[in-house]
């Protein structure tokens, strides 16, 4: 039996957090990045396989998020300074 998830992560940044992810695919997930949002999909043969995966890639989606975030708070920081 496969059993299968889905993850999707929607904003402004999206594809800004989620671009990053897909280098750590493997061949049990796949990601469609769109503008504003980004679909993850995880197939395993184990639930304990598909709860690793899940766990890793949210885990690291954290990571890019406040990746993001620091980089356009900077971003804005700059801004007012001119």
Same mark, same amino acid.
């Given at each position: 039996?496969?059993?299968?998830? %889905?993850? %999707?992560?929607? $904003?402004? !940044?999206? =594809? @800004? #957090?989620?671009?990053? @992810?897909? /280098? +750590?695919?493997?061949?049990?997930?796949?990601?469609e990045?769109?503008? %504003? /949002?980004?679909?993850?999909?995880?197939?395993?043969?184990?639930? $304990?396989? @598909?709860?690793? /995966? #899940? =766990? +890793?890639?949210?885990?690291n989606?954290? *990571?890019?998020? +406040?990746? #993001? @975030?620091? *980089?356009?708070?900077?971003?804005? &920081? !700059?801004? %007012? &300074? $001119?």
């Amino acid at each position: 039996m496969r059993i299968k998830a %889905k993850i %999707k992560i929607r $904003g402004t !940044n999206a =594809d @800004l #957090v989620a671009v990053p @992810l897909t /280098s +750590d695919n493997t061949n049990n997930m796949n990601t469609e990045i769109e503008e %504003k /949002s980004a679909v993850t999909y995880f197939e395993a043969e184990k639930i $304990g396989t @598909l709860i690793a /995966s #899940v =766990d +890793d890639y949210l885990m690291n989606a954290k *990571v890019a998020q +406040d990746m #993001v @975030l620091a *980089v356009n708070e900077e971003a804005e &920081r !700059n801004k %007012k &300074r $001119g």
